[in-house]
């Protein structure tokens, strides 16, 4: 079958005999960054190309050397690579059916006794399996563990003496989970949620909210890996102010310090601290607005003297310091903005 005979445009039909591609046989041995190669040849002709072959029951030669297509971000990229991920049946039946979007793992290993790195739970049964993953999806996937044991261990820090003494227990609201981004998935509007929600004992009124993050460096010098500066994505400023402003609530940060440990050949986190902040210290104490140096996004860097240790906060409670905050909100009409600008972009 010669090249003239597929329902191609006339001048990619003469850029592909220019290159010595005359018959069909000639075009299907090559590969498609080979046809791409071709002088006067783009992406869209090589679309074009590809629908055409396919009309009649053919295709470019497969790419032995192509990249590997990311599970949860559905799109080939150079640095796809295989990821270890020790999971339970559980965890991985809902990694495959719902962030890897119905992808089979690439490999699962015989079941052995330890630690599942997604519910961070000691199993009789757990296995290493592979799947494909971007660089960034690689590392969400196998620290996610991390925010999962730092939400349980938040609940196990206050809803004891701390939620005696207040008279407030802690009630987990948007647990993590780790989520699809695939360009394929409709994303409705985005609803910002808090973490926990602080609730009076007894009657079950809302009395503030909590948003969490999660990291493996600590605050203060006596702290596990201290960290020098905190940084948040200023979307995640935003959807704090955004949920404060439709819940009514005070709205404040806490982050969470977890740690890996080992359990050959499994592993586990370890939860080791909590402080906590408001956005009023947030707004005063925000050194810079930059992009992070793995994602091209902003975020705003804060000095770690903002963050006072979780029981300070209980103390903060019974001083009333909820109330004053509720109080200042309304007196100035808004949520206080957290980073320069922040202000303007929630208009």
Known sequence: MRIAELSLAYGVQRRLTAAGIEDVEQLTAAVPREVLSIPGIGGKAVEAIAAALAAEGMHLADDAYAPYVCAREDHAAHDVKLTDLWLCAECADDFRTRPFGGVEPAYVGTPIGGYCQNCVENKWSVALHQWFLCANCARVAQSFG??????????????????????????????????????????????????????????????????QKTGQKGIGRAAVNPMSEFQLDCSDCDDIAAAAEREGLPVYLIHAQAVQRAVPPTRMWVPVGYWWTDAYAMGAHCNA?????????????????????????????????????????ASEGRFPAMYPGQARQLR
Do not use: H, Q
């Open 146 to 211: 991390e925010s999962v044991i730092a939400s349980r261990g938040l609940l196990e820090a206050w809803n004891g003496d701390l939620a005696r003494r207040t008279g407030i227990e802690l009630i987990e609201t948007d647990p993590p989970r780790l989520n699809r981004r695939a360009a394929s998935v409709r994303v409705a509007d985005k609803v910002a949620a808090v973490d926990f929600e602080g609730r009076r004992i007894g009657s079950g009124e809302r009395v503030f909210g909590i948003e």
């Open 289 to 329: 607005v930059r992009n992070r140096s793995r994602e091209p996004r902003p975020a705003a860097y804060y000095d770690v003297g903002i963050f006072r240790p979780l029981s300070d906060f209980a103390d903060y409670i019974e001083r009333g310091g909820v109330e004053e905050f509720r109080r200042r909100v």
